[in-house]
């Protein structure tokens, strides 16, 4: 079984995960809070999917295929520390839509983001941290920096649409 992984929000509201966008028209309160991580990187909410209608970034969800205990395991080998667990929540690939999903294969800081139609077949290159990550996060930690991009470099699924959790367990690490 292929799994994907999305981390539950802090203050969840309900069963159901939106994009943020659509969060705005559901709960003003909670969009300023998720909207704050995108403080002076504004053009980011900006950036067009190709690959799902033309759509917003903020018109989609966030998923990847790394499990919370093996992203856990290697942000720590970096060498920070977690005060709470990775949550997320597990989806089963067999219950989404791939017409709806995209993955971004190359993201860098202030490069162009490489989009790809997501294929199953190639869910195990998606499951693993990239070494740029893992050197990325050292290279941070080393000039102390305490909060650095945590997915930067991993394949990012995108989801075009809403996610029910209802039936989702959730996974902590």
């Known amino acids: ?28 309160t909670l969009y300023q809070m998720h909207a704050e991580k995108y403080t002076g990187r504004e053009r980011v909410m900006r950036r067009r999917i190709p690959l799902l209608g033309n759509c917003l970034w903020n018109d989609v969800l966030f998923l990847t295929a790394v499990h919370p205990a093996q ?7 970096a060498g920070y520390a977690r005060s ?3 949550r997320a929540f597990e989806f089963n690939i067999t219950a989404l839509d791939c017409s709806r999903m995209a993955v971004i294969t190359k993201m860098r800081i202030n490069e162009p983001v490489v989009y790809e139609p997501f ?20 290279e941070e930690r080393a000039v ?3 909060r650095p991009f945590l997915y930067l470099h991993i394949p990012h699924i995108l989801y075009r649409g809403t996610l029910d959790t209802t039936t989702s367990s959730v996974v902590e690490a």
Do not use: C
């Not at 292929?2 to 559901?26: K, W």
């Not at 294929?119 to 050292?138: C, K, N």
């Open 84 to 86: 709470r667990p990775f």
């Open 144 to 146: 102390g920096q305490e």
């Open 71 to 77: 992203f856990r395991k290697e942000f720590e080998a």
């Open 1 to 28: 079984m292929h799994t994907l992984y999305h981390a539950v929000p802090r203050n969840m509201a309900g069963t159901v995960l939106y994009p943020l966008n659509q969060l705005l028209d559901v709960d003003e």
């Open 119 to 138: 294929d199953p077949s190639h869910f195990d290159e998606y499951a693993v941290i990239p070494q740029a990550t893992r050197d990325y996060w050292r």
